[in-house]
């Protein structure tokens, strides 16, 4: 990237340079040049000015007015006699010796003369002697020989003696327009006119009549003998009033002066088209504008020679040549300072040559500017040239464009009379714009960042763009030139395109050549951007793109700083590079997705590197600042394979860490932790894995969700993977309590890690499909964590079990019946004694465990696990001591095989005996089948029945007296204080809305309730007694058709029921002996102890299909609602001198039939009755309530099952 210099100048044909060949112009320029410096005008003698009175009335040389007064009216010069006005002397600037001579010569006087000649022979001389190094300067700029030389000198020195006495010149004077002229009459305007005098011959244009820009256009001839005369131009306004006239008496100006402009005569030469701006006479004056005259002049013996600014331009680029040409080619730039800097061209003495030469012939500051800048043109790209070049064009845009109030000339006009040429200046502006241009297109090796004199340059060269633009548009005032600013974008847009291909193209060599590494593999160097094996050549790609912006940084973005709104070289560098980059890097990827022949990792580095790039010299630059970038959508399906990959990664690091930690059985991770090292290592390979995509920092949103989206299934699939091995393994090691601890904190830390990692991820600013993932999986450690803990807490169940039977035993030991009162201290002192004695194996049991459960458990394993001990307690309570678990009891107890008689009803036994009912049995509880002899004594069978209920007793199947009731109840406060550990266990909102304690204080709730109560607590839970789907095995033994009406008075709201049972039909029953059924109705519900409960039809002979048409009433008064209510239907063999033997048995709840008032209906005869475990509770309460007749009633009922049928004996 090394910048090649180019030449220093360009080619001559950028401006065409005539004078450097016309000979003749250069020798006549060469005389001229020497007439200039041998007497030069900077240092003419001055005149000798003293205060004179005049004798007689004299006339100002200067304004040709009166000198007024008696005395002392002026002064006068002592050497040339010439007199004016105080305030005029300093206009007269001819030389007072020349002047002298010339006066001299013409009135003959011949000694003065002779003085005044060896005055000037002896300046001219000490001219010489003092500076002959111009002299020589100029013989070697002309290529004059030293002898040629010499007798030109001779010939310019006569010629200064001789002055202008043989020197005449005929001028043309041609006065075209005016502009902005102050108006002097009363309406605002004037009416002007011109006059123009030359020595003392005055001419005059016509008036224009009320008109601040006149136009005349009036040629006037005049014959001129001294060229120290000058040209004064002045224009008035026309007046003819009194005050006029009066005026004119005194002053010989009866006009207002408008402004004047005077023209030294020896500064012109050939033809000239000039604006003068109009000048003041006296302080007091009112003057502005400015006036164009077109002047020609025709010297003697020099009509044929060219104007003085064609001379002027001949010596000076004559000079600027020569010091070039002795410069070696560069460009010596004089060391100027101060505001008048840039009118200094050259060193001494070239410097004193231009000047001399102006100031003798006339030559304006700005012709000098343009014709130096001219030159300066073809040595533009020399060190230091586009400064001056700069300042140079700026001041000649000032001077044109920056017009004064006083001028109202328009900035094109004004350049329009330019004495250099319009068109000429234009054309040569346009081909230094288009030259600059092109070495702004290619600056980086043009102005090379290494040279700091080259990169001055180059701003200069950006300030010069600007000054040819300012002038376009102020000085030519073109409507719409091309914006520097546009101008040197585009430059700078086209050198960052060509410099990107360069780097693609010579990518190998270039970072070889730069970073002094080693020689690449040719196979590399030939594939280039094309191989889908390596991505070798991307990453030195961007070690050059980023050394190109980091120069264009450093180096040139402080140097092209003009336009700091418009233009700023390190952003434009970034945005150009990385445009054309990303172009190159997404068709590369496109076609390395097709075969993906490097490695993940690899592609991955190449996205980091690219990321790099971007975020430190793409994301704030405009247009990119702001906007989500699309380099992550071309490296997404690479970071998808590395996220497959890594799913295989995780998933073997998974395993090794789970199997090492089995392998030492779990220990802790450290003294202070209580998992295993498992869970570490697990979750250190997943935040390795999300490191890396965190560090992508990807700041494109959609495909930040679909990296986390899949991150997130990674997790889930290794976190799940953990907790199945865990869950496998579990119940090996829950004997080992600490270890089985250890693996549910595992767990548990798993939930904490994934948590944390949530929030890495975004937590709630995550995208909601991966946020579902990672909910749903954490839901899932959490059944997971629920599963250990009942299982851990379940292998404790037969030691909390046998704890709680220690405390069923102490607890049946509790003596002492009646009501317990717990607001008297002395009972309730009695009952907490008590209590805490058969609380002692539970809490014993409580404190060991839990208290190691502490030590070793994490806060929130151990309240799962406190949570499922808790249930398991108070489960246990109620299933072992207050409601021992019973199924159907019908079906628990078999009957002995060497029985002399079949228990009808072995349920029904077990509830008599349980209510402990005296020894003599009811005959309707118990019929014999005989399996031998038909006479089986009924002492046989209390004697079964008292065996059976020796059995039952050792199964604490007794009843709860109150005060055992109060006990454990506050047994139950106790455990459920200890539980909550005064606040570092349980909440105490969950121990009181825990279904288990509701349930077991319900139970124990159930012992102190009312038979009223109770039955209709049954009534209103047991509402599927009867399927009404029949399952195999239990299909209807018949049905029966009934008819029920409901009705209720209206003042008394009693409610009555009339039954009406109208037949049975297809009874399944078989009997050896005479079939008699019969249909027997009980109402079943609170508040009947004194009305009518059982009503029954008349048995029908032989009929298995009988029609009976019976009605029957039952009152049911109006304490309770009839949805307390049922009707217990039963299908019965009568049987005299025996109990009746039961067929099936139907329901029907009277809020079934509450709405309609009545239904008919058949119901579906069952062989028993189907009760959940609250049923059976009530039924078991019921049956010890040995006393109360409706208890006794109600349980007969609800225990009953269908009787074994008669099968004939062969």
Same mark, same amino acid.
């Given at each position: 990237?090394?910048?090649?210099?180019?030449?220093?100048?360009?080619?001559?044909?950028?401006?065409?340079?005539?004078?450097?060949?016309?000979?003749?112009?250069?020798?006549?320029?060469?005389?001229?040049?020497?007439?200039?410096?041998?007497?030069?005008?900077?240092?003419?003698?001055?005149h000798n000015f003293v205060v004179w009175t005049a004798t007689s009335p004299t006339y100002c040389f200067e304004c040709e007015?009166?000198?007024?007064?008696?005395?002392?009216?002026?002064?006068?010069?002592?050497?040339?006699?010439?007199?004016?006005?105080?305030?005029?002397?300093?206009?007269?600037?001819?030389?007072?010796?020349?002047?002298?001579?010339?006066?001299?010569?013409?009135?003959?006087?011949?000694?003065?003369?002779?003085?005044?000649?060896?005055?000037?022979?002896?300046?001219?001389?000490?001219?010489?002697?003092?500076?002959?190094?111009?002299?020589?300067?100029?013989?070697?700029?002309?290529?004059?020989?030293?002898?040629?030389?010499?007798?030109?000198?001779?010939?310019?020195?006569?010629?200064?003696?001789?002055?202008?006495?043989?020197?005449?010149?005929?001028l043309a004077i041609t006065v075209i327009c005016a502009q902005g002229l102050i108006g002097k009459d009363k309406t605002g305007?004037?009416?002007?006119?011109?006059?123009?005098?030359?020595?003392?011959?005055?001419?005059?244009?016509?008036?224009?009549?009320?008109?601040?820009?006149?136009?005349?256009?009036?040629?006037?001839?005049?014959?001129?003998?001294?060229?120290?005369?000058?040209?004064?131009?002045?224009?008035?306004?026309?007046?003819?009033?009194?005050?006029?006239?009066?005026?004119?008496?005194?002053?010989?100006?009866?006009?207002?002066?408008?402004?004047?402009?005077?023209?030294?005569?020896?500064?012109?030469?050939?033809?000239?088209?000039?604006?003068?701006?109009?000048?003041?006479?006296?302080?007091?004056?009112?003057?502005?504008?400015?006036?164009?005259?077109?002047?020609?002049?025709?010297?003697?013996?020099?009509?044929?020679?060219?104007?003085?600014?064609?001379?002027?331009?001949?010596?000076?680029?004559?000079?600027?040549?020569?010091?070039?040409?002795?410069?070696?080619?560069?460009?010596?730039?004089?060391?100027?300072?101060?505001?008048?800097?840039?009118?200094?061209?050259?060193?001494?003495?070239?410097?004193?040559?231009?000047?001399?030469?102006?100031?003798?012939?006339?030559?304006?500051?700005?012709?000098?500017?343009?014709?130096?800048?001219?030159?300066?043109?073809?040595?533009?790209?020399?060190?230091?040239?586009?400064?001056?070049?700069?300042?140079?064009?700026?001041?000649?845009?000032?001077?044109?464009?920056?017009?004064?109030?006083?001028?109202?000339?328009?900035?094109?006009?004004?350049?329009?009379?330019?004495?250099?040429?319009?068109?000429?200046?234009?054309?040569?502006?346009?081909?230094?714009?288009?030259?600059?241009?092109?070495?702004?297109?290619?600056?980086?090796?043009?102005?090379?960042?290494?040279?700091?004199?080259?990169?001055?340059?180059?701003?200069?060269?950006?300030?010069?763009?600007?000054?040819?633009?300012?002038?376009?548009?102020?000085?030519?005032?073109?409507?719409?030139?091309?914006?520097?600013?546009?101008?040197?974008?585009?430059?700078?847009?086209?050198?960052?395109?060509?410099?990107?291909?360069?780097?693609?193209?010579?990518?190998?060599?270039?970072?070889?050549?730069?970073?002094?590494?080693?020689?690449?593999?040719?196979?590399?160097?030939?594939?280039?951007?094309?191989?889908?094996?390596?991505?070798?050549?991307?990453?030195?790609?961007?070690?050059?793109?980023?050394?190109?912006?980091?120069?264009?940084?450093?180096?040139?973005?402080?140097?092209?700083?003009?336009?700091?709104?418009?233009?700023?070289?390190?952003?434009?560098?970034?945005?150009?590079?990385?445009?054309?980059?990303?172009?190159?890097?997404?068709?590369?990827?496109?076609?390395?997705?097709?075969?993906?022949?490097?490695?993940?990792?690899?592609?991955?580095?190449?996205?980091?590197?690219?990321?790099?790039?971007?975020?430190?010299?793409?994301?704030?630059?405009?247009?990119?600042?702001?906007?989500?970038?699309?380099?992550?959508?071309?490296?997404?399906?690479?970071?998808?394979?590395?996220?497959?990959?890594?799913?295989?990664?995780?998933?073997?690091?998974?395993?090794?860490?789970?199997?090492?930690?089995?392998?030492?059985?779990?220990?802790?991770?450290?003294?202070?932790?209580?998992?295993?090292?498992?869970?570490?290592?697990?979750?250190?390979?997943?935040?390795?894995?999300?490191?890396?995509?965190?560090?992508?920092?990807?700041?494109?949103?959609?495909?930040?969700?679909?990296?986390?989206?899949?991150?997130?299934?990674?997790?889930?699939?290794?976190?799940?993977?953990?907790?199945?091995?865990?869950?496998?393994?579990?119940?090996?090691?829950?004997?080992?309590?600490?270890?089985?601890?250890?693996?549910?904190?595992?767990?548990?830390?798993?939930?904490?890690?994934?948590?944390?990692?949530?929030?890495?991820?975004?937590?709630?600013?995550?995208?909601?499909?991966?946020?579902?993932?990672?909910? /749903?999986?954490? &839901?899932? !450690?959490? $059944?997971? @964590?629920?599963?250990? #803990?009942?299982?851990?807490?379940? *292998? =404790?169940?037969?030691?909390?079990? /046998?704890?709680? &039977?220690? !405390?069923? $035993?102490? @607890?049946?030991?509790? #003596?002492?019946?009646?009501?317990? *009162? =717990?607001?008297?201290?002395?009972?309730?002192?009695?009952?907490?004694?008590? $209590?805490?004695?058969?609380?002692?194996?539970?809490?014993?049991?409580?404190?060991?465990?839990?208290?190691?459960?502490?030590?070793?458990?994490?806060?929130?394993?151990?309240?799962?696990?406190?949570?499922?001990?808790?249930?398991?307690?108070?489960?246990?309570?109620?299933?072992?001591?207050?409601?021992?678990?019973?199924?159907?009891?019908?079906?628990?107890?078999?009957?002995?095989?060497?029985?002399?008689?079949?228990?009808?009803?072995?349920?029904?036994?077990?509830?008599?005996?349980?209510?402990?009912?005296?020894?003599?049995?009811?005959?309707?509880?118990?019929?014999?089948?005989?399996?031998?002899?038909?006479?089986?004594?009924?002492?046989?069978?209390?004697?079964?029945?008292?065996?059976?209920?020796?059995?039952?007793?050792?199964?604490?199947?007794?009843?709860?007296?109150?005060?055992?009731?109060?006990?454990?109840?506050?047994?139950?406060?106790?455990?459920?204080?200890?539980?909550?550990?005064?606040?570092?266990?349980?909440?105490?909102?969950?121990?009181?809305?825990?279904?288990?304690?509701?349930?077991?204080?319900?139970?124990?709730?159930?012992?102190?309730?009312?038979?009223?109560?109770?039955?209709?607590?049954?009534?209103?839970?047991?509402?599927?007694?009867?399927?009404?789907?029949?399952?195999?095995?239990?299909?209807?033994?018949?049905?029966?058709?009934?008819?029920?009406?409901?009705?209720?008075?209206?003042?008394?709201?009693?409610?009555?029921?009339?039954?009406?049972?109208?037949?049975?039909?297809?009874?399944?029953?078989?009997?050896?002996?005479?079939?008699?059924?019969?249909?027997?109705?009980?109402?079943?519900?609170?508040?009947?102890?004194?009305?009518?409960?059982?009503?029954?039809?008349?048995?029908?002979?032989?009929?298995?299909?009988?029609?009976?048409?019976?009605?029957?009433?039952?009152?049911?008064?109006?304490?309770?609602?009839?949805?307390?209510?049922?009707?217990?239907?039963?299908?019965?063999?009568?049987?005299?001198?025996?109990?009746?033997?039961?067929?099936?048995?139907?329901?029907?709840?009277?809020?079934?039939?509450?709405?309609?008032?009545?239904?008919?209906?058949?119901?579906?005869?069952?062989?028993?009755?189907?009760?959940?475990?609250?049923?059976?509770?009530?039924?078991?309460?019921?049956?010890?309530?040995?006393?109360?007749?409706?208890?006794?009633?109600?349980?007969?009922?609800?225990?009953?099952?269908?009787?074994?049928?008669?099968?004939?004996?062969?």
């Amino acid at each position: 990237m090394a910048a090649t210099k180019r030449a220093n100048g360009v080619p001559s044909a950028l401006v065409a340079r005539q004078s450097l060949n016309d000979e003749e112009l250069k020798m006549h320029v060469y005389k001229k040049t020497l007439q200039a410096l041998i007497y030069p005008i900077s240092s003419t003698t001055p005149h000798n000015f003293v205060v004179w009175t005049a004798t007689s009335p004299t006339y100002c040389f200067e304004c040709e007015g009166l000198l007024w007064g008696l005395a002392r009216q002026g002064v006068r010069c002592t050497e040339c006699g010439v007199k004016t006005h105080e305030k005029c002397k300093d206009l007269l600037n001819a030389d007072c010796l020349q002047r002298a001579a010339e006066k001299s010569s013409k009135h003959g006087t011949d000694d003065k003369t002779n003085n005044i000649i060896m005055a000037m022979k002896d300046r001219m001389k000490i001219r010489e002697h003092n500076k002959p190094e111009i002299f020589d300067l100029i013989m070697n700029v002309f290529s004059v020989d030293k002898k040629s030389h010499g007798g030109h000198m001779k010939a310019v020195k006569q010629s200064v003696l001789d002055g202008t006495s043989k020197w005449s010149a005929k001028l043309a004077i041609t006065v075209i327009c005016a502009q902005g002229l102050i108006g002097k009459d009363k309406t605002g305007t004037s009416d002007p006119y011109v006059t123009v005098q030359v020595g003392k011959t005055k001419k005059r244009t016509k008036t224009v009549p009320q008109d601040l820009n006149p136009v005349w256009n009036e040629k006037f001839y005049f014959e001129c003998h001294n060229s120290s005369d000058r040209i004064k131009v002045r224009v008035w306004d026309e007046d003819d009033d009194l005050k006029a006239k009066l005026r004119s008496k005194f002053t010989r100006e009866s006009d207002d002066f408008l402004g004047q402009t005077i023209i030294e005569v020896r500064t012109l030469s050939g033809e000239m088209d000039v604006w003068y701006n109009l000048e003041k006479r006296t302080d007091k004056s009112a003057v502005s504008g400015a006036i164009r005259m077109h002047i020609s002049v025709e010297i003697k013996g020099e009509e044929k020679v060219a104007p003085y600014h064609v001379q002027y331009t001949c010596l000076h680029e004559n000079l600027f040549h020569y010091l070039c040409e002795q410069a070696t080619g560069q460009v010596k730039l004089p060391d100027a300072k101060g505001d008048e800097a840039w009118k200094v061209y050259f060193e001494e003495p070239s410097e004193d040559i231009v000047d001399e030469f102006a100031m003798r012939y006339g030559i304006e500051s700005i012709y000098q500017a343009m014709t130096h800048f001219s030159c300066l043109s073809t040595k533009y790209m020399c060190p230091g040239v586009p400064a001056v070049m700069s300042t140079l064009l700026a001041n000649i845009n000032a001077f044109y464009a920056h017009t004064t109030a006083t001028t109202a000339v328009s900035a094109s006009d004004r350049f329009a009379a330019s004495n250099f040429g319009k068109e000429k200046f234009v054309k040569l502006l346009d081909q230094l714009h288009n030259s600059l241009r092109i070495d702004l297109s290619v600056y980086r090796n043009t102005f090379p960042a290494s040279d700091a004199a080259r990169l001055q340059d180059l701003k200069s060269t950006v300030d010069l763009l600007t000054s040819i633009t300012f002038f376009r548009m102020k000085v030519q005032e073109l409507s719409s030139p091309p914006r520097a600013s546009t101008v040197v974008k585009d430059c700078v847009k086209a050198c960052m395109k060509s410099t990107y291909q360069f780097l693609f193209d010579n990518c190998y060599e270039l970072y070889q050549r730069e970073f002094q590494t080693d020689h690449e593999n040719p196979q590399d160097i030939a594939e280039g951007p094309n191989s889908t094996k390596s991505l070798e050549f991307w990453h030195k790609l961007i070690a050059l793109v980023v050394s190109v912006i980091e120069e264009d940084r450093t180096s040139y973005t402080s140097v092209l700083n003009q336009f700091p709104q418009e233009l700023n070289v390190g952003q434009m560098s970034a945005s150009m590079q990385w445009s054309l980059f990303s172009q190159d890097m997404k068709y590369a990827l496109e076609e390395h997705e097709k075969e993906r022949l490097c490695k993940s990792s690899e592609y991955m580095n190449l996205h980091f590197k690219v990321k790099w790039l971007y975020n430190k010299y793409v994301a704030e630059v405009p247009p990119y600042k702001g906007e989500v970038p699309e380099y992550p959508l071309w490296f997404e399906p690479f970071v998808m394979q590395w996220l497959n990959e890594n799913d295989e990664v995780s998933m073997e690091y998974l395993h090794g860490a789970y199997e090492r930690d089995k392998k030492d059985v779990f220990q802790k991770a450290s003294e202070h932790a209580l998992f295993s090292c498992s869970v570490t290592d697990v979750f250190t390979q997943l935040n390795q894995c999300f490191d890396v995509i965190k560090k992508l920092e990807c700041p494109h949103p959609e495909v930040v969700k679909r990296y986390m989206k899949r991150f997130s299934k990674t997790i889930q699939k290794v976190l799940l993977a953990y907790a199945e091995l865990v869950r496998r393994d579990f119940e090996k090691y829950t004997p080992k309590h600490n270890v089985a601890c250890i693996m549910m904190n595992n767990i548990q830390q798993l939930r904490v890690q994934l948590e944390k990692m949530f929030e890495a991820m975004g937590g709630d600013k995550l995208d909601p499909e991966a946020a579902n993932v990672l909910t /749903q999986l954490q &839901q899932k !450690l959490n $059944s997971v @964590l629920d599963d250990l #803990s009942s299982i851990f807490a379940t *292998s =404790l169940n037969v030691q909390i079990r /046998q704890s709680i &039977q220690e !405390l069923g $035993s102490l @607890l049946g030991k509790v #003596s002492g019946g009646g009501q317990v *009162s =717990l607001s008297q201290p002395s009972q309730r002192n009695t009952i907490q004694q008590e $209590s805490d004695a058969i609380l002692r194996p539970l809490m014993d049991f409580l404190d060991g465990s839990l208290t190691m459960f502490a030590q070793v458990c994490e806060k929130t394993v151990l309240k799962r696990l406190l949570k499922e001990l808790w249930r398991i307690v108070m489960h246990t309570l109620e299933k072992t001591v207050v409601l021992p678990p019973l199924t159907d009891p019908r079906q628990i107890f078999p009957i002995p095989s060497n029985a002399q008689a079949k228990i009808e009803d072995v349920s029904r036994v077990l509830l008599n005996h349980v209510s402990q009912m005296p020894g003599k049995m009811s005959n309707s509880l118990l019929q014999q089948v005989s399996t031998g002899p038909a006479s089986q004594p009924f002492a046989d069978i209390s004697k079964k029945l008292a065996d059976i209920s020796k059995d039952m007793e050792g199964k604490n199947l007794t009843n709860m007296s109150p005060k055992q009731c109060a006990v454990l109840d506050m047994a139950l406060d106790t455990i459920k204080q200890y539980f909550h550990a005064g606040g570092n266990g349980l909440k105490k909102t969950f121990l009181d809305k825990s279904p288990e304690l509701q349930s077991l204080r319900y139970a124990l709730s159930l012992y102190t309730q009312t038979t009223d109560s109770l039955i209709k607590t049954f009534v209103q839970t047991q509402t599927a007694q009867v399927n009404d789907k029949p399952v195999p095995g239990e299909e209807p033994v018949g049905e029966a058709s009934i008819q029920v009406d409901l009705f209720t008075h209206p003042g008394t709201g009693e409610h009555k029921v009339t039954v009406k049972v109208v037949a049975a039909n297809d009874i399944k029953w078989q009997t050896n002996s005479m079939f008699r059924p019969f249909i027997e109705v009980n109402l079943i519900g609170p508040h009947l102890s004194n009305k009518k409960r059982k009503q029954s039809t008349k048995s029908k002979s032989n009929n298995w299909s009988p029609t009976f048409n019976e009605s029957f009433q039952f009152i049911l008064g109006n304490e309770s609602e009839p949805d307390c209510y049922e009707l217990h239907i039963c299908a019965k063999d009568y049987c005299f001198a025996r109990e009746d033997r039961l067929i099936g048995v139907a329901l029907l709840q009277l809020r079934d039939i509450v709405e309609k008032g009545s239904c008919a209906l058949w119901l579906p005869l069952a062989k028993c009755i189907h009760l959940d475990e609250t049923g059976w509770t009530v039924l078991r309460i019921l049956s010890q309530r040995s006393n109360d007749e409706v208890a006794k009633e109600f349980v007969k009922l609800k225990s009953e099952c269908r009787h074994p049928e008669e099968v004939e004996t062969r």
